[in-house]
């Protein structure tokens, strides 16, 4: 700041030199306070007297008194650096009691299945964990709006400023009840004939994945039956009304139904006499850049350990699947 603006506020370690004089009641005892030469002390109550346009110091006493201006600016002086010193404390505590309260939104298969692995990773560093599940779209708005400090989805894009690190990757597989005869797996159309289509609904980003799907497939299935969540749509498939496609996250989710349906990988299909090419979708951890200091990258290193270690096992072995059926992302964002 330039001493001679008449504008703003003078240079807190100005104020500081200025309090400390007053205190110790001598130039050279403020020197000795503040650990810097008496000539640099001298010099910041001349910046001073040069901003305010008045004498501060009454030189011609021994030891120099305040002048009544001088007095005035110690007041002042106190009560702003009061100010200054709590508003830097109150950054800092909302810092720590935000550390202190994680507000993490998923959804709802990644709630049921990793969120309890993350929750107790989590555990020692985070006093309150705050675990809200729902779907993507919404997920992705409450981020945004600052309702959610981290959240798990499966949408790539978003708003500027919301930083995306992918987490793992699962594949798409039909599921149909256990009792069904397979035979020759012809068209995910020829299986409609026999079973009704059981779909994830156009609002969620799943629904949204498996409609691209059919549509690049060729297959047109009839809107029956849709759901938000796996479990009823699982539950029926389990009580043969009909198919469905999901994910072994999803599976392992509604996992009391499994020992009434049949999971089957999508190139089992044919059509044309080609098979199905697989399909997959990745979980993303969206987060603020800048902000949540190194949670981020703890909260994402703390998801991929628990899929490679543990859940990737456990998923394939209770589905009859390859690991390869969910596999965990690499390296840094």
């Known amino acids: 700041m330039n001493p001679n603006s008449k504008k703003g506020l003078p240079d807190l370690d100005l104020l500081v030199s200025w309090i400390a004089v007053i205190e110790s009641g001598s130039v050279s005892d403020a ?4 650990n ?3 000539a640099a002390v001298s010099q910041r109550i001349k910046q001073l007297e040069t901003f305010f346009d008045t004498a501060l110091l009454d030189r011609t006493t021994r030891p120099a008194q305040a002048t009544a201006a001088g007095q005035r600016l110690f007041e002042h002086a106190k009560e702003l650096l009061t100010q200054a010193d709590q508003l830097v404390e109150s950054v800092r505590g909302l810092s720590r009691a935000k550390r202190m309260t994680v507000r993490i939104g998923c959804v709802d298969s990644f709630a049921a299945t990793v969120g309890p692995l993350l929750i107790k990773g989590l555990a020692g560093s985070s006093h309150q964990i705050r675990l809200w599940s729902g779907i993507t779209p919404t997920l ?3 981020i945004e709006g600052r309702q959610l400090d981290l959240a798990v989805t499966t949408s790539l894009h978003g708003a500027a400023g919301i930083a995306r690190a992918p987490l793992f990757s699962e594949k798409f597989y039909a ?3 256990a009792k069904f005869d397979l035979g020759p797996l012809g068209s995910l159309t020829e299986i409609e004939r026999q079973l009704k289509f059981i779909r994830y609904s156009a609002r969620s980003v799943i629904g949204q994945q498996v409609d691209d799907y059919l549509q690049r497939c060729g297959d047109v299935l009839e809107r029956t039956y849709e759901f938000d969540t796996t479990d009823p749509l699982i539950s029926l498939v389990a009580n043969d009304m009909g198919f469905a496609l999901t994910t072994p996250l999803c599976l392992w989710q509604s996992r009391q139904f499994l020992p009434d349906v049949r999971v089957v990988p999508m190139s089992a299909f044919t059509r044309h006499g080609r098979p199905y090419v697989d399909v ?3 979980f993303y951890l969206a987060y603020r850049q800048g902000e949540m200091g190194t949670l981020p990258a703890e909260v994402r290193d703390l998801i991929r350990i628990a ?5 990737s096992q456990d998923i394939a072995l209770a589905l009859g699947l390859g690991e390869e ?3 965990a992302s690499e390296g840094g964002d």
């Open 307 to 311: 899929v490679r270690r543990q859940l």
């Open 325 to 327: 059926a969910l596999v």
């Open 140 to 142: 992705d708005a409450s």
């Open 36 to 38: 810097i030469s008496q």
């Open 31 to 34: 020197a000795t306070l503040l």
């Open 280 to 282: 997959s979708r990745t």
């Open 175 to 177: 599921v149909l009840p």
